[in-house]
């Protein structure tokens, strides 16, 4: 045979099995979403975490009952609101904790984040002038509205029309998290 016809009739056989075969049916959490385990192999807790380790255990304990919180009678953004307002809760503790009342170090902070018990970008927002009271990051996304504007909570209620002086933010139910309210 030559080359050529050795190419040809290799032409009809089915390719080889893919050698990744074991593909995840679902990706894991990311550390946003909830607090590492504690494990064998993770850092030991710095020193300081005593301070807050209680309050941190009694929201993760809220979070829990909320999310086992029937969703009946609800639509379904507003069975996510609770878990935004203990996510906003427990990322605010921790931001008073360092910032405002200085009581933790800053290697405590920043475990407190890496572990997943605040959100870095949330708190990064709150340092910024205008963004002291945001209730969270998805409420200043241009991309998730029709119009390419933030959500409805960020507009101060002196300047909002007459019939919207009661409107809650579909992404996490605030009711108004404008500087200037």
Known sequence: ?????ATRSSVGRSPA???DHHVRASAPPTATEMPRLATLRAKKKPKGFELVEDTLEEIE???????????????KQETS?????????????????YYKRKLISRELYDW???????????IAKWKKQGYERLCCVRC??????????????????????????????KNCGCEGCATGD
């Open 1 to 5: 045979r030559t080359r050529r016809s």
């Open 17 to 19: 099995p893919a050698r």
């Open 61 to 75: 304990r809220q979070m829990r009952d909320a999310e086992s919180v029937s969703s009946d009678g609800k639509r």
């Open 81 to 97: 609101w609770a878990i935004f307002r203990l996510h906003h809760q427990r990322s605010r503790y921790v931001y008073e904790m």
């Open 112 to 122: 407190l984040l890496r572990e997943g018990f605040g959100d870095e970008h949330l």
């Open 140 to 169: 200043i996304q241009t991309r998730d509205t029709n119009f390419g504007s933030v959500c409805i909570c960020r507009v101060p209620k002196a300047q909002r029309e007459a019939g919207a002086a009661h409107v809650q933010c």
